[in-house]
């Protein structure tokens, strides 16, 4: 169980940081995987290979607070806006850059949400998939910490029903109860975003070559786009390098897809079934897996106060 639960949550920091000097670029998919530096002039020149992006930050500063027992949206909003005071933001999205200059302004932490369907609060979906037992309980808090940075009901279907989904992974082991989890939370919240999750099914099962695949899904920072095209990616790919090494280089918001597959990938595999010379070499790796196992307490206290 250890292993899965530092495999999903460094599996999704590994996907992050592998993408991270691909991100907005165009899709260029060479086979490697390695840590890289982006290009002078990108959004992340000033990283080092191996280090993540606002995605990662968000995972931290969220595992903190739910190890801690400490989570609620105003302690999570303050700590966005502590990062964003202190000018730590790695790239933030656009939304959640937004909502912490209204809290700047207002100073309302926990009423500055914008309606945006961006990808940028999906990060919450690992540490909360993580960290609770209960479902229920699980999809109202995350609704709660969503709304902190993003009111739009595209983005809050997304990161619950991929929650769901990675929290199926983990209880069940199977793929597609997790996958029926999923739709459901589709079903009842955006059966937009449940078209084109299973349109991108369809369209990995009839074989639609990858290049093909990612304009016809597409790859911007949308949740419309970012949450189909890595349930198309981890249809595709079952080993974890080939995955990660796809999602890594699928361009446009490629770090949060590949830090949603690299999620799947742990969840899935384990801890063990990920590349072990590159956690070596990512940013906090050791502190991750400390969350991981203060995380997977938490779980199951929860399960033993039940």
């Known amino acids: 169980m250890l292993d899965t639960y530092r495999g999903c949550l460094i599996g999704a920091v590994l996907g992050d940081a592998l993408g991270m000097p691909n991100e907005t670029s165009t899709a260029r998919f060479t086979g490697e995987l390695t840590f890289k530096k982006a290009y002078r002039g990108h959004p992340n020149f000033e990283l080092s290979p191996g280090q993540y992006t606002d995605d990662s930050q968000i995972i931290l500063i969220a595992s903190r607070l739910l190890a801690e027992g400490t989570f609620n949206k105003e302690n999570y909003a303050k700590e966005l806006h502590k990062t964003f005071t202190l000018n730590k933001f790695r790239y933030p999205d656009g939304a959640t850059y937004a909502a912490c200059k209204k809290m700047d302004a207002s100073k309302k932490f926990t009423e500055s949400g914008v309606m945006s369907d961006s990808a940028g609060c999906m990060a919450l979906a690992v540490p909360f998939a993580l960290c609770y037992s209960d479902r229920k309980a699980m999809a109202k808090d995350l609704l709660e910490a969503c709304c902190v940075t993003h009111t739009h009901a595209a983005a809050h279907a997304a990161v619950i029903g991929f929650a769901l989904y990675l929290n199926t992974i983990i209880e ?19 059966a937009e975003l449940g078209r084109r999750i299973e349109n991108a099914m369809r369209i990995e099962s009839q074989g639609v070559p990858l290049d093909v695949a990612v304009n016809i899904i597409g790859s911007t920072s949308s949740v419309y ?22 999602a890594s280089s699928c361009g446009g918001n490629c770090d949060t897809v590949a830090m949603l597959c690299g999620a799947v990938c742990g969840a899935r595999f384990g801890m063990s079934s990920l590349p072990e010379e590159l956690i070596r070499n990512l940013e906090r790796a050791g502190i991750f897996a400390e969350l991981a196992e203060k995380l997977m307490e938490k779980a199951h206290s929860k399960n033993a106060e039940k």
């Open 225 to 246: 786009h970012t949450l189909p095209l890595a349930m198309y990616l981890t249809k595709r790919y079952f080993v974890p390098c080939e995955l990660l090494s796809a």
């Open 172 to 190: 069940t082991r199977d793929i597609e109860k997790a996958y029926s989890s999923l739709m459901t939370a589709m079903e009842n919240m955006d």
